[in-house]
């Protein structure tokens, strides 16, 4: 069996190699890449989609590329690198829906609405609010030219992540990390008028409750917080938007900023 995949590996064509390894990076940066990677798409568009990326990045990288490898440890070798290189490039634009995903979370734990309706866009269920605001994300994101800007960047990268090499497992652990804060940081910061609002309505239930025992304020509360948080949703979308719009266009431009 060795001596067959020798054999094989031989007779097949240099550029048939370097394809393949484009392949496998293109192939899983169209897993997470908004707007491919989504669960509702199927299987056979991802994998149309990464083959028509491949066949446009094949004649720009193949000049620009080393030798192709020569064994067959080589060629394992090489796939896992490229696999490895396509999840970080992948994982640096999902990282722009997580955030939408965490300030549509944030703002429905404080709303009181986060258990409410199924599931979204992610695996597991979420609120609706985070649902709206990632496929909204992934709309502008297709707007902005994502899709078109994919190819350029993929081979701008190419430069970042040498081809066949693994990446330096500490510059990569330190640039996740300061990602996901930031992610992270963004996204509580999109839904800070929603904490700001349920903050200052359980205040004023409070007092009301001191003042009037009674009074069964869960009844009258949670409409009432339900009704002003969707005006302040309805107010404030176009700011959540521009924000998050700044940080993608920064995306764009250097998608792994950071990385070295």
Do not use: C, K
Not at 82 to 104: D, H, K, N, P, V
Not at 128 to 136: E, F, G, P, R
């Amino acid at each position: 069996m060795e001596n067959l995949l020798t054999i094989i590996f031989q007779q097949t064509n240099e550029t048939v190699l370097i394809a393949a390894g484009i392949f496998v990076r293109v192939g899983a940066i169209a897993f997470l890449l908004p707007g491919m990677g989504e669960r509702g798409i199927s299987l056979r568009v991802r994998l149309g989609g990464a083959l028509a990326l491949t066949a446009l990045l094949v004649p720009l990288i193949t000049p620009l590329l080393p030798q192709a490898p020569t064994t067959v440890a080589d060629l394992a070798r090489m796939i896992v690198a490229e696999a490895i290189s396509g999840l970080i490039i992948g994982f640096s634009f999902r990282l722009l829906i997580f955030a939408l995903q965490t300030a549509g979370m944030v703002a429905a734990q404080h709303l009181s609405i986060a258990q409410m309706f199924g599931a979204g866009v992610a695996p597991e269920p979420e609120p609706t609010i985070a649902t709206m605001l990632a496929m909204a994300g992934i709309t502008l994101a297709l707007m902005a030219g994502l899709h078109v800007n994919a190819v350029a960047l993929i081979a701008i990268l190419y430069d970042v992540l040498p081809f066949g090499r693994f990446p330096d497992p500490v510059s990569v652990g330190g640039w996740a990390t300061a990602r996901m804060s930031e992610t992270f940081a963004l996204g509580v910061s999109l839904a800070a008028p929603f904490v700001a609002v349920g903050f200052t309505y359980n205040i004023a239930l409070g007092a009301l409750n001191r003042a009037m025992p009674q009074l069964l304020v869960a009844v009258v509360g949670i409409p009432g917080l339900l009704w002003i948080g969707m005006i302040v949703l309805h107010h404030v979308i176009p700011s959540i938007f521009d924000a998050w719009d700044s940080r993608l266009q920064r995306v764009l431009i250097d998608p792994l900023g950071g990385l070295r």
